[in-house]
């Protein structure tokens, strides 16, 4: 059960270099091309230690980090980062919008995988992003774990391995759209996936070509 996996988690995202770094360089990089400023709000979900959200901080744009590890957590307040103790879902999501903390970018990096219950996790992302947000995930990429046989990817903590063909309906069933998508090397491939509220942003070549 996702209470005993993650209640206490031992891993840190802190640990790898290379994680700050891929941290880094995609926080710098939505800050400009989404125009992030005081005025809006970045919410991560398993926001870990605070190793991404740190960069959001420094520019001085507010965040708030979801974080079900109480321990880690703790380490994420102690680096300035508001982060609630919490299983990410709809209903968590409805209560941060009713307190007008709806977010202008959702981040969720190697947590999708982990949720055991994607409608309810994809539906929280609708009821908490802004009209114009935006939300960006990153996870294994299905296709990769099984072209490259990639079975070291496979542990407890992952319910579901995603390709971008499951992902477009179950995002259409809750009024999203994956409107582009990127490859990563990272953890063996990885795809990142941009949605948004139907129609917010126009959809880019990248989808229709990693369908082909």
Not at 14 to 19: E, N, R, T
Not at 73 to 78: H, L, N, T, Y
């Amino acid at each position: 059960p996702p209470v005993e996996l993650f209640s206490e988690y031992l891993y840190f995202s802190s640990f790898s270099d290379a994680m700050l770094q891929h941290a880094r360089t995609a926080a710098t990089r939505y800050v400009s091309e989404f125009d992030l400023g005081k005025e809006s709000l970045v919410v991560e979900i398993a926001s870990n230690d605070g190793y991404l959200l740190k960069n959001f901080v420094e520019q001085k744009i507010p965040c708030l980090g979801i974080e079900p590890a109480a321990n880690i957590a703790r380490v994420a307040r102690e680096k300035g980062i508001e982060t609630l103790v919490e299983f990410f879902g709809e209903s968590l999501a409805r209560q941060l919008a009713d307190e007008g903390r709806s977010a202008n970018l959702i981040l969720g990096n190697n947590v999708f995988a982990h949720a055991p219950n994607p409608n309810d996790f994809v539906a929280g992302l609708r009821a908490l992003l802004k009209p114009d947000g935006r939300i960006v995930l990153e996870f294994p990429y299905g296709v990769d774990m099984i072209a490259q046989g990639e079975f070291d990817t496979i542990y407890h903590e992952h319910v579901f391995y995603f390709t971008l063909t499951s992902l477009l309906p179950l995002f259409r069933r809750h009024g999203l759209d994956i409107y582009h998508v990127e490859q990563l090397p990272i953890h063996g491939g990885s795809l990142r996936v941009f949605a948004s509220h139907a129609g917010g942003h126009p959809a880019q070549a990248s989808v229709a070509a990693l369908l082909a």
